[in-house]
């Protein structure tokens, strides 16, 4: 019985092992993917200045305003309208991107 138990227990063990091994490559495989083009942390129209500037009077939800303003800008290959409200009509892209709801999603 008892050998029944060390074997039990050398497979347990060795498939906590393989588990936890699985789990640091596929952690390892998220941070590099966070680094392609299709991440929004990767900055390459500018838009972090742009939409900086476009939600530069945004008293409450500033980040917000700045996470899907830099959404918008990266969809719309970089083009934000000018100023900090109104000037959509400068980005028909931006303008025209609508949440589930139907609402502007750009701010």
Avoid: H, W
């Amino acid at each position: 019985m008892t050998m029944k138990k060390a074997v039990y227990a050398s497979l347990l063990l060795l498939a906590l092992l393989l588990a936890i091994s699985c789990q640091e490559a596929t952690s390892a495989a998220t941070n590099d993917n966070e680094m392609d083009g299709a991440s929004p942390t990767l900055d390459t129209f500018g838009c972090g200045k742009k939409c900086s500037t476009r939600c530069k009077n945004v008293k409450a939800r500033r980040e917000r305003c700045k996470k899907y303003c830099n959404l918008c800008c990266n969809k719309c290959d970089g083009c934000v309208p000018s100023g900090q409200y109104g000037n959509k009509d400068e980005c028909p892209c931006y303008r025209d991107m609508k949440s589930k709801a139907g609402k502007p999603k750009c701010p």
